[in-house]
């Protein structure tokens, strides 16, 4: 099994004075993993060794390449680095292929953005088959605010080398059901979604998502494409974020920090809620 973590020298310098001594520091590993898809590679993301299997279904479900359940026949390790994915199709078999051409990657992609390497624009966006807007889950903003404590409390390679991303799902109620760690923020989210899809919890109606850092385009289109109502983050948005997030009637909460938070979208799921969505 690959570590996650890797023991390097460093030289630490402190103080005003500058005064430094070598120890011992503990790294976060990013190493390639390459997805394939019977026999046949489509993508390398760079990405923390762990949860590898969570990954590729994730992965592939957020690309509209998987219908779950039906199309997943089995994920299987050909190393520590290489998923080879068997799908169950028969006459879709072409349309597949020729999809699978299209979202592939052109190079690498790197642990910081999921969506390098698209071949165009419009490849970039895949639709979710969930009605979000239909999800009723109210949630408060005190319950929110608990949250990031409760992550941070779970993340155990975090905590020794402060160098990871978190997603973590967790239940209307706040009871955290599952935490992923990546040096990706976007492979963080695939890790969750795919274990979801792997346990036939999807669609993830009534969820909460919450993620370490910011709320990027990318991340709002995984959650959404898994039926996620609500994505919180502990940093901000952006303006793509938040436009696709009102789109898919998904609530929206940025710079989740102490007891205070930001609503950009869905601030009808908020109770008791400070304003209407129609005051917006």
């Known amino acids: 099994m690959a570590t996650r973590t890797q023991r390097r020298r460093v030289l630490r310098i402190s103080g ?9 520091d503990l790294l976060a590993v990013e190493e390639p993993l390459e ?13 923390t060794p762990g949860d590898d299997i969570d990954l590729a279904a994730g992965f592939l479900f957020g690309e509209g390449l998987l219908n779950p359940p039906v199309d997943l026949r089995q994920i299987r390790m050909c190393d520590e680095n290489v998923a080879d994915v068997t799908l169950e199709v028969a006459a879709e078999d072409v349309a597949r292929a020729t999809h699978a051409r299209r979202a592939q990657r052109n190079f690498l992609t790197t642990s910081a953005c999921g969506v390098c390497g698209k071949d165009s624009i419009e490849s970039i966006r895949v639709r979710s088959r969930y009605d979000i807007a239909a999800d009723p889950v109210q949630v408060s903003p005190g319950l929110l605010t608990s949250l990031p404590g409760r992550l941070r409390d779970a993340q155990r390679v975090f905590a020794s080398t402060g160098g990871l991303h978190a997603a973590g799902l967790f239940s209307a109620e706040g009871t955290l059901l599952v935490l992923r760690e990546d040096v990706g923020r976007h492979n963080a989210v695939d890790k969750v979604i795919g274990w979801a899809l792997r346990a036939g919890r999807l669609p993830l109606a009534g969820h909460i998502l919450l993620v370490s850092g910011r709320a990027s385009f990318e991340l709002v289109q995984k959650a959404s494409v898994a039926g996620i109502p609500v994505l919180a983050a502990v940093s901000a948005p952006s303006s793509l974020a938040a436009g696709l997030a009102e789109e898919a009637g998904m609530t929206l909460v940025g710079f989740l920090r102490g007891t205070s938070m930001n609503a950009y979208t869905g601030t009808h799921r908020l109770t008791p809620a400070a304003v209407t969505a129609e005051a917006l």
């Open 35 to 47: 997805i394939r898809i019977g026999g046949t590679p489509l993508t390398v993301t760079m990405r």
């Open 16 to 24: 005003a004075g500058g005064s430094a001594d070598y120890r011992a």
